[in-house]
């Protein structure tokens, strides 16, 4: 246990530059969203009738098809996440933890690349997507107080009940709707946003008007957020979100079918397969919980405690127990200690050195040195002292902030 714990320790320095790429992803979220050609000719409409009108919608219900392709302008991602998380729940460092249908590992394959997924959706207490890799898939089932999922390669079963909790599946390792991240960005837009219908566009043969997003601010990576809202419904459909950097969208996901019809039950029926090696979430949280890390374990979760204050648009302000807020809007930063020294390339698991070469420039100003994690939408300035600097911001930014807390 001891040399576990040794093992986790060293791994978890490793996690601040890793999930500066995990997290950006998440908090975009996955959104169906790619527009067909063709430009619908609809009725006029203000962005404020708009926003009214997401905010009427009720859409509990819907099945379909689509693709998501993110692009934060990082090295290959391969296998390197997995590899990160394996050699945590190992314990030695050395990514050979056995394969899991743990969503907080499997869902990171959507950080890079283009994948395939279905979703199905019957109100609250039932969602289904489906991860499609070949003839290999991945399943995510939430079924009222349950959440199955299953890895037909590894042909591994994750269970997790939600219990005492009033009935409540937990709902962190499922995906948010178009709607809730819709509702985000508008709720965190202010004085510092420009919000605009720019025009009309057809979503999996639905008409959609397209609402435009972007900071007024200067030193923000984010360039636009376009938000496609269904005509008839009101519920957002498309989500594409441009960085100043240029190049492909760092989110480009879409319907290629959509349906608002009710499921069938038996959508979310789960059956473990003949074979199968099921592992229950308790089990998981009790084995690799409270010890993980050990005195840096903290790093991960106050990493997205930060970016749960930020937000999509770096919006938003920290409780007294969360990380220091620096500025406001699009450019503003959240400063935390991780309680761990910054990490050195040659100590790093053999799976992450020639990513944290490429992700990582070594950077030095008042406040002494320390390395620059980028995406093209994220950064994070991790001091040598392990002050960590994160947000939506030119890496200048993040520097000088670092400067102006000495």
Same mark, same amino acid.
């Given at each position: 246990?001891?040399?576990?714990?040794?093992?986790?320790?060293?791994?978890?320095?490793?996690?601040?530059?890793?999930?500066?790429?995990?997290?950006?992803?998440?908090?975009?979220?996955?959104?169906?969203?790619?527009?067909?050609?063709?430009?619908?000719?609809?009725?006029?409409?203000?962005?404020?009738?708009?926003?009214?009108?997401?905010?009427?919608?009720?859409?509990?219900?819907?099945?379909?098809?689509?693709?998501?392709?993110?692009?934060?302008?990082?090295?290959?991602?391969?296998?390197?996440?997995?590899?990160?998380?394996?050699?945590?729940?190992?314990?030695?460092?050395?990514?050979?933890?056995?394969?899991?249908?743990?969503?907080?590992?499997?869902?990171?394959?959507?950080?890079?690349?283009?994948?395939?997924?279905?979703?199905?959706?019957?109100? *609250? =207490?039932?969602? #289904?997507? $489906?991860?499609? +890799?070949?003839? /290999?898939?991945?399943?995510?089932?939430?079924? &009222?107080?349950?959440?199955?999922?299953?890895?037909?390669?590894?042909?591994?079963?994750?269970?997790?009940?939600?219990?005492?909790?009033?009935?409540?599946?937990?709902?962190?390792?499922?995906?948010?709707?178009?709607?809730?991240?819709?509702?985000?960005?508008?709720?965190?837009?202010?004085?510092?946003?420009?919000?605009?219908?720019?025009?009309?566009?057809?979503?999996?043969?639905?008409?959609?008007?397209?609402?435009?997003?972007?900071?007024?601010?200067?030193?923000?990576?984010?360039?636009?957020?376009?938000?496609?809202?269904?005509?008839?419904?009101?519920?957002?459909?498309?989500?594409?979100?441009?960085?100043?950097?240029?190049?492909?969208?760092?989110?480009?996901?879409?319907?290629?079918?959509?349906?608002?019809?009710?499921?069938?039950?038996?959508?979310?029926?789960?059956?473990? *397969? =003949?074979?199968? #090696?099921? $592992?229950?979430? +308790?089990?998981? /949280?009790?084995?690799?919980?409270?010890?993980? &890390?050990?005195?840096?374990?903290?790093?991960?979760?106050?990493?997205?405690?930060?970016?749960?204050?930020?937000?999509?648009?770096?919006?938003?302000?920290?409780?007294?127990?969360?990380?220091?807020?620096?500025?406001?809007?699009?450019?503003?930063?959240?400063?935390?200690?991780?309680?761990?020294?910054?990490?050195?390339?040659?100590?790093?698991?053999?799976?992450?050195?020639?990513?944290?070469?490429?992700?990582?420039?070594?950077?030095?100003?008042?406040?002494?040195?320390?390395?620059?994690?980028?995406?093209?939408?994220?950064?994070?300035?991790?001091?040598?002292?392990?002050?960590?600097?994160?947000?939506?911001?030119?890496?200048?930014?993040?520097?000088?902030?670092?400067?102006?807390?000495?």
């Amino acid at each position: 246990m001891a040399a576990q714990r040794a093992g986790q320790r060293k791994t978890s320095r490793y996690v601040v530059p890793v999930a500066v790429a995990g997290i950006a992803a998440a908090t975009i979220g996955l959104v169906p969203a790619l527009a067909a050609s063709g430009d619908p000719d609809l009725p006029e409409i203000t962005a404020q009738q708009l926003i009214e009108k997401i905010a009427a919608s009720d859409t509990q219900t819907l099945s379909g098809t689509f693709k998501i392709s993110t692009d934060l302008g990082l090295p290959a991602l391969d296998g390197l996440l997995g590899g990160i998380a394996g050699g945590m729940a190992s314990g030695d460092g050395s990514g050979s933890g056995e394969a899991s249908a743990d969503p907080s590992a499997q869902l990171t394959k959507l950080v890079s690349g283009t994948h395939t997924l279905k979703v199905a959706a019957d109100g *609250p =207490e039932r969602q #289904k997507l $489906t991860l499609l +890799d070949g003839k /290999e898939q991945y399943s995510l089932i939430h079924d &009222g107080d349950e959440v199955w999922a299953y890895d037909s390669r590894s042909n591994t079963v994750f269970h997790e009940k939600g219990g005492d909790e009033g009935g409540k599946a937990p709902e962190k390792e499922l995906p948010a709707s178009p709607k809730e991240l819709a509702d985000e960005v508008l709720k965190a837009a202010g004085d510092t946003t420009s919000i605009a219908v720019g025009g009309t566009a057809n979503v999996a043969g639905r008409d959609a008007y397209r609402l435009v997003v972007e900071p007024k601010q200067q030193g923000s990576t984010v360039d636009s957020i376009t938000i496609a809202v269904d005509a008839a419904t009101g519920t957002p459909l498309k989500f594409t979100l441009d960085s100043t950097s240029g190049g492909k969208p760092v989110l480009d996901a879409g319907f290629t079918k959509v349906d608002f019809g009710k499921p069938a039950a038996s959508e979310f029926d789960f059956t473990v *397969p =003949e074979g199968a #090696k099921v $592992t229950e979430g +308790d089990q998981v /949280e009790k084995e690799f919980g409270a010890d993980r &890390g050990g005195d840096h374990g903290k790093a991960p979760e106050d990493l997205e405690k930060a970016f749960g204050d930020l937000g999509l648009g770096g919006l938003g302000g920290a409780d007294a127990n969360g990380p220091e807020i620096i500025g406001e809007g699009w450019t503003a930063i959240a400063a935390f200690d991780s309680g761990a020294p910054a990490p050195k390339t040659e100590d790093a698991p053999k799976e992450a050195q020639g990513f944290l070469d490429a992700l990582g420039d070594k950077v030095s100003g008042k406040f002494g040195s320390g390395t620059v994690f980028k995406t093209k939408i994220v950064n994070a300035l991790m001091t040598d002292d392990g002050k960590v600097y994160v947000g939506a911001v030119t890496p200048q930014a993040l520097v000088d902030a670092a400067n102006a807390a000495k």
